[in-house]
């Protein structure tokens, strides 16, 4: 599997460190709020289990699924509901854990469903933010790391969805998506 990865952009430890300092950021402004966090399927999944283990207020979990990208490299713009939530979101301080934002379409469509829905607030934490790819006008809240604009795997992040449980997030070498 490490023969297919080109670059490693963020070791593991890079990762931790970096989230030790989100999540201790994350609990000072959530400390009275007990928010919602909402894990978006299923790239944030490792990301957002690291984190909420390193936050030490009262916070709910809860998933959704959307999907945008369809296992290639490039999405198709369309975004669609393909797991709802359990919880009522009405009233809610909500976060949002992403693995990365792109044209920042996906992000988009959340914000939109959940204000529908009437949280209190709405606020997001992307482990990477990739601000070239941005297509729509809309940011997040907490970001781990800025990225190029490559195409990234690991550590949540997919192809065709292998390399997740990959420790690291890198560089897919271009040769993997071209055959
Ligand atoms: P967007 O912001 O373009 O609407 O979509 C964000 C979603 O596209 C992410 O949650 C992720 O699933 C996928 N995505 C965007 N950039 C990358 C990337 O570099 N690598 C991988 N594996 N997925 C990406
Ligand atoms: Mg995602
Ligand atoms: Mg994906």
Known sequence: MNND??????SREMIVERMNKLAAQLSTDYQDKRPLVISVLTG???FTVDMIERMDIKLQLDFIDVSSYYGGTHSTGEVKLVQDLNSEVQGRHVLIME???DMGRTLKFLVDLLKERGAASIKVCSLLDKPEGRKVDIKADYVGFNVPNEFLVGYGLDYKG???NLPYVGI????IYEN
């Open 5 to 10: 990865i080109e670059r490693v952009l963020y």
């Open 44 to 46: 944030a999944v490792l």
């Open 99 to 101: 693995d990365i934002v």
């Open 162 to 164: 292998f390399y997740r």
């Open 172 to 175: 897919l070498k271009p040769a």
